[in-house]
């Protein structure tokens, strides 16, 4: 997955190409109207990137929001993050598969949802 940097600026890339893209259709597609069909594709292909990009960002934020939720209600618990940390689910050493879904709601609200699921011992 791309970093929430990353995916800012390639949608602020792709912004500016729609924006020049359309300039070229506005000076050019009176002259040669064949033009103007050829930046109207060019323009939707990167509105489509666009909303992608839109789409990957918004799932990271969810998923970050969902974790920042989950551990500050482990804080209010008492447990200790630093120590936690060193048993997270990536690490080697853990037997748990973990995986988080994060759903919108019709109300606007996000349900997050965290699984946790024993990995088969290996002999």
Known sequence: ???KKSIKQS???YDRLIEEHEDKKEKHGHEQP???GYWDSQIEELEKQVEQLTKQR???IRAYNGLNTMANA?????IDLET???????AE???YDFSQTDTVMESGKVKHTIHLKKKKEKH
């Open 1 to 3: 997955m791309k970093s």
């Open 93 to 95: 050493k853990n037997k």
């Open 74 to 78: 482990a804080e209010k618990m008492g």
């Open 58 to 60: 918004n799932d990271g």
């Open 11 to 13: 949608i602020k890339s």
């Open 34 to 36: 064949w033009l103007k």
């Open 84 to 90: 936690a940390g060193r048993d997270l689910p990536e």
